[in-house]
């Protein structure tokens, strides 16, 4: 088995699972090789258009980005899975490794959820400096970015560092336990975020990951991004599965079948083409609101 019953039993307990060593280098190597490409094309496109003066072409995949951004925000924006709809971020999503560790946590059938982020985090001196790019995602549960409808479903986050995500580079901190008491009212400050006389007192665990692991947590356990004091970009993938067959919290994006029995696969699994279609019409129509209060 992918994990161990006593790692199941602690997601079960505690809400959250760090599991490390579960990806080789060649299993993210592919999506980072993507990823790489899209920089380079980015940075092509702004020098050609006189916004950005040095390409940085020397520069490797932990700096290149935040060398960009100094220059030109625009080089970020829009870096994300639905927008890239990359060939190898599509097959990582069906990562029979990762499969393998979501089946151990949701059963059998399993759906990849659209709720899924690529995120880079620059680097941040602190106060006084102002952040380029992303800033931190407040303390939060997942379902508050799902629609009602899927009160009942199971979605698990799995939170994948594409370089070691540690306290100076910018990890997850949550908060263990605390999911038992369910869905807490979140306001709209400075991000989706948790009211502040309903944020659980219990002391947040700051959950270290090492490039090749994963960050697993249910959708009401509350978890926060911490900053970036590193000299790299803390760059990373959150990405969901469902149980098949419960709502995804986001019925006007796909859904689609990567474990499961014959029948289910008959009838949601799809190819990298039909992904690619399914959310450029997702993403065509005016934007539904997911988010709760
Ligand atoms: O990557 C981060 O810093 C924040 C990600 C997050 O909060 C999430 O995936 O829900």
Redesign the pocket.
Known sequence: MALTIEQIVDFQTNGYLIAEDIFAEEDLAPVIAELNRAIDERANELYAQGKITDRCEGEPFETRMASLMRQSTEVGRGFDIMYLLGPAMFEFLHNPKLLDVAECLLGRDVSCNPIQ?I?L?TPWKGEGEQPIGME??PW?Q?AAVTTEDSEASEII?F?IPLVDATART?C?QVIPRSFRRGYLTHQAAGGTTIRGDLMPGEQPVTAECRKGGIVMMNKYTP???TSNRSDIVRW?L?LRFHKTGSPSGRSDQPSFVVRGSEEAAEHGAIDYETWCALWREALAKPMKGHHRV
Request: hydrophobic share 20%; proline share 0%; charged share 30%.
């Open positions: 982020h995120r985090k931190n995602v939060h997942d986050t939170w910018g997850m978890h926060r991004g990373s959150d």
